[in-house]
């Protein structure tokens, strides 16, 4: 078991709400990274941050943005959300200069956008 | 691009079957290769990983060829247990990427 925690645990917005999902780093971990997980689907890239800073964005648009602080925790934030947006969000943490594989995920927030 | 193609769900074996969950793959040049496990209520495990061609990833009694002739990276395992019972990822990872791609998951259930 991993020390990445996320909250909160499941979420019900509605279409055009604003949604915040947050991430706990693993010790020792400097990266991290959001993946969107659609029912039946494999998780997709959504961004990686580091240094408190974008590293790296899939095919995601502008109302998804995310925060690092200093204690290497993030934040997820979706804007306008859409009914797609129904998902399991996964963060991944890491070190950097470290392979993708060698990250840990949390156990994801379900959200349900109605 | 990159793509990930997993043999679809859901399988169900009794205890002591043998498994095989096929994954094919599409990539430039030459990814490194991997399976992930999710148990119920927890995050993505890596599972086994293979870097380059022929290279054979296993662990906890799962194995996966990389087989570049083919494009395929199959799971497989002599004997399952209940406890084995998950939903299975095949993922890849181009060389000096941050970011993994993802197939959409196999669901293995054992029956005791």
């Known amino acids: 078991e991993t020390g990445v925690t996320q909250s909160p645990t499941h979420l019900i917005k509605t279409r055009g709400q604003q949604v915040t999902l947050r991430c706990s780093s693993q010790?020792?971990?400097?990266?991290v990274s959001w993946y969107q997980q659609a029912l039946g689907q494999g998780p997709q890239f959504i961004f990686q941050y580091y240094r408190e800073e974008e590293n790296g964005r899939g095919n995601f648009p502008p109302r998804f943005s995310g925060l690092q602080f200093p204690n290497y925790s993030s934040e997820l934030n979706v804007n306008a959300l859409e009914l797609d947006d129904s998902a399991l969000y996964l963060c991944a943490t890491g070190v950097a200069g470290m392979r993708a594989d060698t990250q840990y995920f949390g156990p994801g927030t379900r959200l349900t956008v109605l | 691009g990159n793509s990930v193609t997993q043999m679809e769900g859901p399988v169900t074996l009794s205890e002591e079957a043998f498994l095989t969950i096929n994954c094919t793959y599409t990539a430039t040049g030459y990814p490194s290769l991997f399976w992930y496990v999710q148990y119920p209520g927890e995050g993505l495990q890596l599972l086994l990983k293979?870097?380059?061609?022929?290279d054979k990833g296993s662990n906890k009694g799962f194995e996966a060829t990389y087989r570049k002739e083919t494009t395929s990276f199959h799971l497989e395992k002599g004997s399952v247990q209940v406890s084995d019972s998950a939903v299975y990822f095949c993922?890849?990872?181009?060389?000096?990427?941050?970011?993994?791609?993802f197939g959409t998951g196999t669901r293995l259930t054992v029956i005791p």
């Open positions: 993922a890849l990872m181009q060389t000096g990427a941050n970011n993994l791609f």
């Open positions: 010790s020792g971990h400097n990266t």
């Open positions: 293979a870097t380059k061609a022929d």
